[in-house]
């Protein structure tokens, strides 16, 4: 008997297109990365996936594809609602149009989403149940899997844990944990101590300053301490809703800020407790995502599986 085919994982960004192939328990076998071109706008990232994917054969070599796109989608049909960072993706019907391309089954969701399946099923919250996944780069994201799947409650069915709100004043998790954020926040300690750790690594640059963050904290820079501090508070603040709300078992920290490593997730797991009431301590336990930038792709291999093993039925 010949192997079967493999199965297709897209992940669809602002700044990345990553178009895998793999299997039904998200082993990636192939990959094709591309630089996102904003000029060229949904149009270009298409033709890429098209030239891609027709490459493996004259019809389709793969069973089912999953996507992982960065914005707001329909998971039911496919469609795109808006991408805010790359044109001509609004009302898009991406799904009809992969499976026109490559006549398989079609499932797409939000990134953090696929991200959160990922690392439910596969990586750092494998064994816990629920799961709450969270993103941090240039946006904040979040997904719920319970039981293995992805909740998405009534449409448009997004855990959007970086729009939950700190303050009454508007101030929510993104304008406060998001990199840019952090970066922002870099750049005003550092206008009053011109002098300090913090601002010698990053001298005259302009941009991805929450980079230095982590070799800052290596040497004890008592302005990254306070920095980290503030953003761990602010965060464990956001997350303790999803705790008293959903009570995942585990809650997994992905996305770039989460590259600083232990110093991040041991701020937030020691934050936490302090927003949280007393009968649901100790909560749950904070992880570091293990798939890193695998957690989309591998996410959408196990999307695709879905929709080969079920094509009929829809996620729930």
């Known amino acids: 008997m010949s192997d079967p085919l493999p199965l297709a994982g897209i992940e669809i960004g602002g700044t990345k297109l990553q178009i895998v192939l793999g299997d039904d328990n998200g082993g990636i076998s192939e990959r094709f990365r591309f630089a996102v071109d904003r000029a060229e706008g949904a149009a270009g990232i298409r033709r890429h996936v098209e030239t891609t994917l027709r490459t493996r054969g004259s019809a389709m070599s793969c069973r089912a594809v999953g996507v992982g796109f960065g914005g707001p989608v329909d998971w039911r049909t496919g469609q795109i609602r808006v991408s805010h960072h790359v044109e001509g993706w609004a009302d898009f019907e991406l799904g009809r149009w992969l499976a026109d391309l490559t006549g398989a089954p079609v499932r797409v969701d939000n990134d953090a989403n696929v991200a959160a399946l990922a690392e439910a099923r596969c990586g750092a919250g494998r064994g816990f149940n629920p799961v709450f996944y969270v993103t941090l780069g240039s946006g904040v994201g979040g ?110 920290l992905g996305g770039g800020l989460a590259l600083l490593g232990e110093p991040l997730r041991a701020g937030v797991e020691k934050a936490l407790p302090r927003y949280v009431m007393d009968a649901f301590q100790p909560g749950p336990r904070i992880l570091l995502a293990a798939l890193r930038e695998d957690a989309v792709p591998v996410g959408a291999l196990l999307l695709a599986a879905d929709a080969a093993n079920r094509p009929d039925r829809r996620p729930r």
């Open 143 to 252: 997904g719920l899997v319970v039981d293995g799947r992805i909740y998405h409650g009534a449409m448009p069915g997004e855990a959007e844990i970086g729009h939950v709100r700190l303050d009454r004043s508007g101030a929510t998790v993104e304008s406060r944990c998001a990199g840019w954020a952090v970066d922002r926040r870099i750049r005003e300690q550092i206008t009053r101590e011109p002098n300090g750790i913090l601002a010698q690594l990053i001298a005259d640059q302009s941009g991805g300053e929450a980079r230095h963050l982590g070799e800052a904290l290596r040497r004890h820079d008592h302005t990254a301490i306070g920095i980290l501090e503030d953003t761990t508070h602010d965060l464990a603040f956001g997350l303790s809703h999803a705790v008293h709300l959903l009570h995942p078992e585990a809650i997994v």
